[in-house]
Protein backbone atom coordinates (compact mmCIF):
# COMPACT_ATOMS: atom_id res chain seq x y z
CA UNK A 1 0.00 0.00 0.00
CA UNK A 2 1.31 3.41 -1.12
CA UNK A 3 2.28 5.64 2.20
CA UNK A 4 0.02 8.46 0.84
CA UNK A 5 -3.35 6.36 1.23
CA UNK A 6 -3.06 5.42 4.86
CA UNK A 7 -6.79 4.75 5.27
CA UNK A 8 -6.47 5.48 9.51
CA UNK A 9 -5.41 8.96 8.24
CA UNK A 10 -8.45 9.51 6.75
CA UNK A 11 -11.01 7.72 8.31
CA UNK A 12 -10.24 9.82 12.04
CA UNK A 13 -8.87 13.41 10.53
CA UNK A 14 -10.91 14.98 12.78
CA UNK A 15 -9.69 12.85 15.85
CA UNK A 16 -6.02 13.41 14.43
CA UNK A 17 -5.81 16.90 14.12
CA UNK A 18 -7.65 17.28 18.04
CA UNK A 19 -4.49 15.19 19.10
CA UNK A 20 -1.78 16.61 17.13
CA UNK A 21 -3.16 20.64 18.10
CA UNK A 22 -0.47 22.33 20.32
CA UNK A 23 -2.06 22.70 24.25
CA UNK A 24 -3.36 25.88 25.05
CA UNK A 25 -0.53 27.85 27.55
CA UNK A 26 -3.28 27.29 30.37
CA UNK A 27 -3.06 23.26 29.68
CA UNK A 28 0.65 23.44 29.55
CA UNK A 29 0.65 25.32 32.38
CA UNK A 30 -1.83 22.76 34.86
CA UNK A 31 0.35 19.93 32.78
CA UNK A 32 3.59 21.14 34.26
CA UNK A 33 2.16 22.66 37.36
CA UNK A 34 0.43 19.02 37.96
CA UNK A 35 3.66 16.48 37.02
CA UNK A 36 5.94 18.95 39.22
CA UNK A 37 4.10 18.29 42.39
CA UNK A 38 3.35 14.60 41.46
CA UNK A 39 7.50 14.61 41.64
CA UNK A 40 7.95 17.00 44.45
CA UNK A 41 9.89 19.50 42.60
CA UNK A 42 11.13 22.53 43.14
CA UNK A 43 13.34 25.53 41.98
CA UNK A 44 12.02 25.76 38.46
CA UNK A 45 8.69 26.49 36.59
CA UNK A 46 7.52 25.88 33.01
CA UNK A 47 6.28 29.00 31.28
CA UNK A 48 4.86 29.85 28.18
CA UNK A 49 5.17 33.31 27.81
CA UNK A 50 8.82 34.03 26.37
CA UNK A 51 10.00 34.58 22.95
CA UNK A 52 10.57 30.62 21.75
CA UNK A 53 7.32 28.93 23.57
CA UNK A 54 7.98 26.92 26.26
CA UNK A 55 10.62 27.05 28.61
CA UNK A 56 12.17 26.66 31.76
CA UNK A 57 12.93 28.88 34.22
CA UNK A 58 14.69 29.08 37.83
CA UNK A 59 12.39 30.13 40.86
CA UNK A 60 15.35 29.88 43.39
CA UNK A 61 19.25 30.96 42.79
CA UNK A 62 21.43 28.09 41.85
CA UNK A 63 24.91 28.09 42.46
CA UNK A 64 27.89 26.88 39.95
CA UNK A 65 27.66 22.85 39.81
CA UNK A 66 24.06 22.59 41.51
CA UNK A 67 22.22 20.07 40.34
CA UNK A 68 18.88 22.05 39.15
CA UNK A 69 16.86 19.10 38.48
CA UNK A 70 16.86 15.07 37.64
CA UNK A 71 14.02 14.42 35.06
CA UNK A 72 12.65 11.29 34.77
CA UNK A 73 11.89 10.06 31.12
CA UNK A 74 8.95 9.21 29.85
CA UNK A 75 10.03 6.92 27.13
CA UNK A 76 13.57 5.42 26.40
CA UNK A 77 15.22 2.76 24.48
CA UNK A 78 18.97 1.84 24.30
CA UNK A 79 20.14 1.95 21.39
CA UNK A 80 20.29 -1.65 19.20
CA UNK A 81 23.84 -1.20 18.26
CA UNK A 82 24.67 -0.20 21.97
CA UNK A 83 23.18 -3.66 23.20
CA UNK A 84 25.95 -5.63 22.34
CA UNK A 85 28.24 -3.41 24.90
CA UNK A 86 26.01 -2.76 27.49
CA UNK A 87 23.58 -5.24 29.69
CA UNK A 88 21.54 -2.44 31.37
CA UNK A 89 17.52 -2.71 33.08
CA UNK A 90 14.86 -2.30 30.23
CA UNK A 91 13.18 -0.10 32.42
CA UNK A 92 15.54 2.58 34.56
CA UNK A 93 18.71 1.20 32.03
CA UNK A 94 20.87 0.87 35.16
CA UNK A 95 23.30 -1.59 34.36
CA UNK A 96 22.71 -4.87 35.89
CA UNK A 97 24.54 -8.66 36.84
CA UNK A 98 27.69 -7.76 37.84
CA UNK A 99 31.53 -6.31 36.19
CA UNK A 100 32.34 -9.70 35.23
CA UNK A 101 29.10 -10.74 33.21
CA UNK A 102 29.30 -6.93 31.65
CA UNK A 103 33.09 -7.64 30.79
CA UNK A 104 32.20 -11.72 29.21
CA UNK A 105 29.21 -10.56 27.79
CA UNK A 106 30.35 -7.93 25.56
CA UNK A 107 33.76 -10.25 24.89
CA UNK A 108 31.46 -13.38 23.95
CA UNK A 109 28.96 -11.17 21.55
CA UNK A 110 32.10 -9.26 20.21
CA UNK A 111 33.56 -12.73 19.24
CA UNK A 112 30.01 -14.07 17.79
CA UNK A 113 30.16 -10.68 15.82
CA UNK A 114 33.22 -12.00 14.61
CA UNK A 115 32.54 -14.94 13.70
CA UNK A 116 29.98 -14.55 12.22
CA UNK A 117 32.20 -11.36 9.30
CA UNK A 118 35.00 -13.93 9.31
CA UNK A 119 33.29 -17.49 9.13
CA UNK A 120 33.81 -19.55 12.04
CA UNK A 121 36.64 -18.95 14.17
CA UNK A 122 40.13 -21.15 13.49
CA UNK A 123 41.64 -19.45 15.87
CA UNK A 124 43.61 -17.33 13.64
CA UNK A 125 43.75 -14.34 11.34
CA UNK A 126 40.97 -12.62 12.57
CA UNK A 127 40.55 -10.82 15.87
CA UNK A 128 37.39 -10.21 18.23
CA UNK A 129 35.32 -6.98 17.44
CA UNK A 130 35.79 -4.20 14.99
CA UNK A 131 39.45 -3.22 16.39
CA UNK A 132 42.27 -5.32 15.23
CA UNK A 133 44.05 -4.08 18.45
CA UNK A 134 42.06 -6.20 20.42
CA UNK A 135 43.17 -10.07 21.91
CA UNK A 136 41.55 -12.86 21.42
CA UNK A 137 40.62 -14.93 24.93
CA UNK A 138 39.80 -18.43 25.35
CA UNK A 139 35.96 -19.26 24.84
CA UNK A 140 36.07 -21.06 28.43
CA UNK A 141 37.39 -17.94 30.67
CA UNK A 142 34.76 -15.79 28.59
CA UNK A 143 32.14 -18.63 29.85
CA UNK A 144 33.41 -18.43 33.22
CA UNK A 145 32.88 -14.64 33.96
CA UNK A 146 29.57 -14.84 32.27
CA UNK A 147 28.68 -17.90 34.95
CA UNK A 148 30.32 -16.19 38.34
CA UNK A 149 33.01 -18.86 38.05
CA UNK A 150 35.80 -16.08 37.59
CA UNK A 151 35.66 -13.34 40.23
CA UNK A 152 37.72 -10.20 39.00
CA UNK A 153 40.15 -8.52 41.63
CA UNK A 154 38.04 -5.68 43.16
CA UNK A 155 35.19 -6.10 41.78
CA UNK A 156 32.70 -6.52 44.16
CA UNK A 157 33.54 -2.51 45.09
CA UNK A 158 31.28 -2.16 41.86
CA UNK A 159 28.32 -4.44 42.92
CA UNK A 160 24.94 -4.50 40.59
CA UNK A 161 21.76 -5.58 40.89
CA UNK A 162 20.99 -8.77 39.90
CA UNK A 163 19.30 -9.48 36.22
CA UNK A 164 15.63 -10.05 36.44
CA UNK A 165 13.89 -11.52 33.74
CA UNK A 166 11.27 -10.53 31.36
CA UNK A 167 7.98 -11.23 33.25
CA UNK A 168 6.66 -12.46 29.27
CA UNK A 169 10.12 -14.55 29.09
CA UNK A 170 11.43 -12.48 25.97
CA UNK A 171 14.72 -12.68 25.65
CA UNK A 172 15.00 -8.93 24.85
CA UNK A 173 14.18 -7.50 27.97
CA UNK A 174 16.05 -7.54 30.98
CA UNK A 175 15.75 -5.55 34.62
CA UNK A 176 17.42 -4.95 37.88
CA UNK A 177 14.32 -5.34 40.07
CA UNK A 178 10.68 -7.28 39.99
CA UNK A 179 9.88 -3.54 40.72
CA UNK A 180 10.98 -2.12 37.08
CA UNK A 181 9.83 -5.65 35.40
CA UNK A 182 6.56 -5.06 36.28
CA UNK A 183 6.85 -1.11 35.85
CA UNK A 184 7.54 -1.70 31.80
CA UNK A 185 5.15 -4.31 31.63
CA UNK A 186 2.70 -2.30 33.00
CA UNK A 187 3.58 0.95 31.07
CA UNK A 188 4.92 -0.06 27.25
CA UNK A 189 6.20 -3.97 27.78
CA UNK A 190 2.57 -6.15 28.04
CA UNK A 191 1.99 -5.13 24.67
CA UNK A 192 5.45 -5.03 22.65
CA UNK A 193 6.41 -8.40 24.21
CA UNK A 194 7.66 -11.31 21.84
CA UNK A 195 7.88 -13.90 25.02
CA UNK A 196 6.34 -16.72 24.70
CA UNK A 197 4.75 -16.32 28.27
CA UNK A 198 3.28 -13.19 26.53
CA UNK A 199 -0.77 -13.24 24.85
CA UNK A 200 0.45 -11.22 22.01
CA UNK A 201 1.21 -12.21 18.39
CA UNK A 202 4.40 -12.49 18.67
CA UNK A 203 5.39 -13.24 15.02
CA UNK A 204 3.68 -9.62 13.82
CA UNK A 205 6.48 -8.44 17.05
CA UNK A 206 9.44 -9.65 16.12
CA UNK A 207 8.50 -8.77 12.65
CA UNK A 208 8.22 -5.19 13.49
CA UNK A 209 11.36 -5.27 15.60
CA UNK A 210 13.35 -6.43 13.14
CA UNK A 211 12.29 -4.23 10.90
CA UNK A 212 13.41 -1.33 13.25
CA UNK A 213 16.49 -3.14 14.38
CA UNK A 214 17.49 -2.98 10.31
CA UNK A 215 16.36 0.19 9.48
CA UNK A 216 15.96 2.82 12.52
CA UNK A 217 15.51 2.15 15.74
CA UNK A 218 13.95 5.06 16.48
CA UNK A 219 10.75 3.18 15.28
CA UNK A 220 11.02 1.37 19.20
CA UNK A 221 10.71 4.31 20.59
CA UNK A 222 7.45 5.43 18.19
CA UNK A 223 6.06 1.82 18.96
CA UNK A 224 6.81 2.10 23.04
CA UNK A 225 4.69 5.59 22.69
CA UNK A 226 1.54 3.85 21.71
CA UNK A 227 2.27 1.25 23.76
CA UNK A 228 2.06 3.30 26.54
CA UNK A 229 -0.73 5.84 25.38
CA UNK A 230 -3.00 2.88 24.50
CA UNK A 231 -2.21 0.76 28.05
CA UNK A 232 -2.91 4.29 29.40
CA UNK A 233 -6.19 5.03 27.82
CA UNK A 234 -6.96 0.91 28.94
CA UNK A 235 -6.12 2.28 32.65
CA UNK A 236 -8.79 4.99 32.77
CA UNK A 237 -11.27 3.14 31.08
CA UNK A 238 -10.75 0.67 34.18
CA UNK A 239 -10.95 3.06 36.54
CA UNK A 240 -14.22 4.81 35.46
CA UNK A 241 -12.45 8.11 36.98
CA UNK A 242 -14.95 9.73 35.12
CA UNK A 243 -17.59 9.14 32.20
CA UNK A 244 -15.76 10.08 29.02
CA UNK A 245 -16.34 9.40 25.83
CA UNK A 246 -14.15 6.67 23.49
CA UNK A 247 -12.39 9.83 22.13
CA UNK A 248 -11.99 11.91 25.55
CA UNK A 249 -9.90 8.23 26.67
CA UNK A 250 -7.61 8.62 24.23
CA UNK A 251 -7.11 12.14 24.43
CA UNK A 252 -6.72 11.75 28.16
CA UNK A 253 -3.98 9.09 27.45
CA UNK A 254 -2.20 11.04 25.25
CA UNK A 255 -1.59 14.30 27.39
CA UNK A 256 1.86 13.97 28.32
CA UNK A 257 2.76 13.07 23.95
CA UNK A 258 0.77 16.07 23.63
CA UNK A 259 2.95 18.25 25.58
CA UNK A 260 6.52 17.80 23.77
CA UNK A 261 7.33 19.75 20.85
CA UNK A 262 7.10 17.69 17.14
CA UNK A 263 6.73 18.08 13.53
CA UNK A 264 6.16 15.65 11.11
CA UNK A 265 9.48 13.33 10.77
CA UNK A 266 9.90 13.55 6.95
CA UNK A 267 9.57 17.47 7.02
CA UNK A 268 12.01 17.96 9.94
CA UNK A 269 14.81 15.70 9.16
CA UNK A 270 17.64 16.96 8.27
CA UNK A 271 18.79 16.26 4.59
CA UNK A 272 22.01 13.99 5.02
CA UNK A 273 25.32 15.71 3.59
CA UNK A 274 25.49 12.96 0.58
CA UNK A 275 21.93 13.76 -0.52
CA UNK A 276 21.83 16.47 -3.14
CA UNK A 277 19.14 19.80 -2.40
CA UNK A 278 17.53 18.09 -5.78
CA UNK A 279 16.73 14.93 -4.77
CA UNK A 280 15.27 16.20 -1.07
CA UNK A 281 11.38 15.61 -2.29
CA UNK A 282 12.49 12.26 -3.24
CA UNK A 283 14.12 11.84 -0.36
CA UNK A 284 11.59 13.32 2.33
CA UNK A 285 9.35 10.59 0.44
CA UNK A 286 11.38 7.68 0.90
CA UNK A 287 11.49 8.36 4.80
CA UNK A 288 7.44 8.83 4.24
CA UNK A 289 7.30 5.46 3.01
CA UNK A 290 9.55 3.94 5.31
CA UNK A 291 7.75 5.02 8.02
CA UNK A 292 4.60 3.77 6.97
CA UNK A 293 6.03 0.17 6.49
CA UNK A 294 7.27 0.41 9.93
CA UNK A 295 3.46 1.40 11.02
CA UNK A 296 1.98 -1.39 8.94
CA UNK A 297 4.26 -4.09 10.64
CA UNK A 298 3.14 -2.23 13.82
CA UNK A 299 -0.17 -2.10 12.86
CA UNK A 300 -0.44 -6.21 12.25
CA UNK A 301 1.07 -6.64 15.83
CA UNK A 302 -0.86 -4.01 18.54
CA UNK A 303 -3.70 -2.92 16.53
CA UNK A 304 -6.31 -1.42 19.07
CA UNK A 305 -9.68 -0.98 17.39
CA UNK A 306 -10.28 1.66 20.42
CA UNK A 307 -7.18 3.69 19.91
CA UNK A 308 -7.65 3.43 16.08
CA UNK A 309 -6.06 7.12 15.52
CA UNK A 310 -2.76 6.47 16.93
CA UNK A 311 -2.32 3.95 14.11
CA UNK A 312 -2.36 7.02 11.24
CA UNK A 313 0.74 7.71 9.75
CA UNK A 314 0.53 11.06 10.66
CA UNK A 315 0.52 10.48 14.38
CA UNK A 316 3.31 8.00 13.90
CA UNK A 317 5.16 10.59 12.24
CA UNK A 318 5.07 13.05 14.62
CA UNK A 319 5.89 10.82 17.29
CA UNK A 320 9.35 10.01 15.46
CA UNK A 321 9.57 13.86 14.79
CA UNK A 322 9.55 14.75 18.45
CA UNK A 323 12.42 12.19 19.03
CA UNK A 324 14.20 13.72 15.99
CA UNK A 325 13.40 17.67 17.67
CA UNK A 326 14.15 17.23 20.93
CA UNK A 327 17.86 16.52 21.56
CA UNK A 328 17.03 14.14 23.68
CA UNK A 329 20.13 11.20 24.39
CA UNK A 330 20.08 8.93 27.34
CA UNK A 331 23.77 7.97 28.43
CA UNK A 332 24.24 6.19 31.27
CA UNK A 333 28.28 6.01 32.46
CA UNK A 334 29.27 2.57 32.19
CA UNK A 335 30.55 0.76 35.68
CA UNK A 336 33.02 -1.61 33.90
CA UNK A 337 35.37 2.22 33.15
CA UNK A 338 34.62 3.09 36.73
CA UNK A 339 35.97 -0.77 37.66
CA UNK A 340 39.36 0.10 35.83
CA UNK A 341 39.95 3.22 36.35
CA UNK A 342 40.05 1.93 40.29
CA UNK A 343 42.34 -0.90 38.99
CA UNK A 344 44.32 1.95 37.30
CA UNK A 345 44.42 4.27 40.93
CA UNK A 346 45.36 1.44 42.74
CA UNK A 347 49.18 1.87 44.83
CA UNK A 348 51.78 0.41 42.82
CA UNK A 349 51.83 -3.37 44.15
CA UNK A 350 48.48 -3.66 44.30
CA UNK A 351 47.87 -2.87 41.14
CA UNK A 352 50.39 -4.93 39.50
CA UNK A 353 48.65 -7.78 40.74
CA UNK A 354 45.79 -6.81 40.15
CA UNK A 355 46.89 -6.59 36.60
CA UNK A 356 48.21 -9.97 36.39
CA UNK A 357 44.11 -10.66 35.97
CA UNK A 358 42.80 -8.02 34.57
CA UNK A 359 45.18 -6.77 32.22
CA UNK A 360 44.48 -9.86 29.31
CA UNK A 361 40.63 -8.41 29.76
CA UNK A 362 41.32 -4.41 29.42
CA UNK A 363 43.16 -5.36 25.76
CA UNK A 364 40.44 -7.85 24.56
CA UNK A 365 38.07 -5.27 25.03
CA UNK A 366 39.97 -2.77 23.46
CA UNK A 367 39.52 0.71 23.42
CA UNK A 368 35.83 0.32 23.92
CA UNK A 369 35.78 -0.78 27.80
CA UNK A 370 34.04 2.33 28.70
CA UNK A 371 31.44 2.31 26.36
CA UNK A 372 28.25 4.05 28.35
CA UNK A 373 24.82 2.68 27.28
CA UNK A 374 23.25 5.11 25.19
CA UNK A 375 19.66 5.76 23.63
CA UNK A 376 17.06 8.09 22.86
CA UNK A 377 14.46 9.22 25.53
CA UNK A 378 11.56 11.83 26.06
CA UNK A 379 11.92 13.82 29.09
CA UNK A 380 9.24 15.75 29.68
CA UNK A 381 11.09 18.65 31.66
CA UNK A 382 14.62 18.86 29.35
CA UNK A 383 12.68 18.70 26.40
CA UNK A 384 11.01 22.29 27.82
CA UNK A 385 14.57 23.82 27.81
CA UNK A 386 15.27 26.61 24.89
CA UNK A 387 18.97 26.05 23.64
CA UNK A 388 21.39 28.70 23.89
CA UNK A 389 24.66 29.32 22.74
CA UNK A 390 25.53 30.68 26.46
CA UNK A 391 23.70 28.41 28.66
CA UNK A 392 23.51 28.21 32.34
CA UNK A 393 22.91 24.75 32.18
CA UNK A 394 24.10 21.60 31.12
CA UNK A 395 22.70 17.98 30.86
CA UNK A 396 24.58 15.01 32.07
CA UNK A 397 27.95 14.79 34.57
CA UNK A 398 29.34 11.62 34.77
CA UNK A 399 29.19 10.60 38.69
CA UNK A 400 25.37 11.89 38.28
CA UNK A 401 23.88 9.42 35.63
CA UNK A 402 23.85 6.16 36.91
CA UNK A 403 20.30 5.37 35.36
CA UNK A 404 18.34 6.58 33.10
CA UNK A 405 16.85 10.19 34.39
CA UNK A 406 18.37 12.83 32.83
CA UNK A 407 20.31 15.25 35.20
CA UNK A 408 20.47 18.86 34.71
CA UNK A 409 23.88 21.01 36.29
CA UNK A 410 24.17 24.51 36.30
CA UNK A 411 27.06 25.81 34.58
CA UNK A 412 27.12 28.93 36.30
CA UNK A 413 25.02 30.71 39.00
CA UNK A 414 21.92 30.73 38.16
CA UNK A 415 19.36 33.59 39.33
CA UNK A 416 15.62 33.00 40.83
CA UNK A 417 13.32 34.44 37.82
CA UNK A 418 16.05 33.46 35.11
CA UNK A 419 15.73 30.81 32.38
CA UNK A 420 16.88 28.23 32.05
CA UNK A 421 18.65 26.86 28.94
CA UNK A 422 20.99 24.02 27.46
CA UNK A 423 23.44 23.81 24.36
CA UNK A 424 21.85 21.25 21.89
CA UNK A 425 25.03 21.26 19.86
CA UNK A 426 28.85 22.02 20.16
CA UNK A 427 29.11 25.51 21.14
CA UNK A 428 32.41 26.17 20.71
CA UNK A 429 32.29 26.65 17.19
CA UNK A 430 32.04 29.59 14.81
CA UNK A 431 28.04 31.13 14.30
CA UNK A 432 27.82 29.78 11.07
CA UNK A 433 28.37 26.09 12.34
CA UNK A 434 26.33 26.72 15.10
CA UNK A 435 23.50 27.40 12.88
CA UNK A 436 24.10 24.96 10.65
CA UNK A 437 24.14 22.17 13.23
CA UNK A 438 20.92 24.26 14.78
CA UNK A 439 18.83 23.82 11.21
CA UNK A 440 18.73 20.27 12.35
CA UNK A 441 16.88 20.59 14.75
CA UNK A 442 14.52 22.81 12.42
CA UNK A 443 15.46 26.61 14.02
CA UNK A 444 17.54 29.55 13.77
CA UNK A 445 19.11 30.37 16.84
CA UNK A 446 17.98 34.12 18.73
CA UNK A 447 20.16 33.48 21.86
CA UNK A 448 22.08 36.61 23.18
CA UNK A 449 25.46 35.66 21.76
CA UNK A 450 23.96 34.93 18.39
CA UNK A 451 21.73 37.76 17.89
CA UNK A 452 25.26 39.67 18.86
CA UNK A 453 27.43 38.15 16.29
CA UNK A 454 24.65 38.53 14.07
CA UNK A 455 24.23 42.38 14.24
CA UNK A 456 28.37 42.63 14.23
CA UNK A 457 27.97 40.70 10.98
CA UNK A 458 25.77 42.46 8.87
CA UNK A 459 26.88 45.98 10.59
CA UNK A 460 31.00 44.83 9.49
CA UNK A 461 29.28 43.87 5.54
C1 LIG B 1 13.15 21.22 22.46
S1 LIG B 1 12.10 22.49 22.02
C2 LIG B 1 12.22 23.55 23.39
C3 LIG B 1 10.88 23.89 23.95
C4 LIG B 1 10.06 24.73 23.03
N1 LIG B 1 10.31 26.15 23.26
C5 LIG B 1 8.57 24.41 23.13
O1 LIG B 1 7.77 25.33 23.09
O2 LIG B 1 8.22 23.24 23.23
C6 LIG B 1 13.02 23.27 20.75
C7 LIG B 1 12.31 24.34 20.01
O3 LIG B 1 12.24 25.55 20.78
C8 LIG B 1 12.58 26.69 19.99
N2 LIG B 1 13.90 27.22 20.43
C9 LIG B 1 14.66 26.70 21.42
N3 LIG B 1 15.78 27.43 21.60
C10 LIG B 1 15.74 28.44 20.70
C11 LIG B 1 16.64 29.52 20.38
N4 LIG B 1 17.79 29.70 21.01
N5 LIG B 1 16.29 30.35 19.37
C12 LIG B 1 15.12 30.19 18.69
N6 LIG B 1 14.23 29.19 18.96
C13 LIG B 1 14.53 28.32 19.95
C14 LIG B 1 12.68 26.18 18.55
O4 LIG B 1 11.40 26.29 17.98
C15 LIG B 1 13.04 24.73 18.74
O5 LIG B 1 12.67 23.95 17.64
Redesign the pocket.
Known amino acids: MDASICPIDAQFSDQISILLNPPIPLQVQEYFQELLAERKCCGFKVKTDGE ?4 VYSEVDFQEDEIVMKDQMLVGAQHSSNKIDCLVCSFCFRFIGSIELQIGRKLYLQGVSATDECGPSNGSGCSSGSSSQKTRLPRDIIASLMNGDLQLPYSEKFPLPPVVPCLGGCKEAYYCSKSCAEADWDSFHSLLCGGNGSSNNTKAILKFMQHANDTNDIFILAAKVISNTILRCRKLKAAHVQQLGKHEFLLKAWKPVSMG ?1 KKRWWDCIALPEDVDSCDEPEFRMQIKDLAFASLQLLKEAIYDDECAPLFSLDIYGHIIGMFE ?2 NLDLVVASPVEDYFLYIDDLPHSQKKEAEKITKSFLDALGEDYAISCEGTAFYPLQ ?6 CIPNAKAFKREEDKDGQATIIALKPISKGEEITISYIDEEVSYEERQESLAD ?7 PRCLEEEHKGSSSD
Open positions: HGKGYLNSCMNHSYGFRCEC
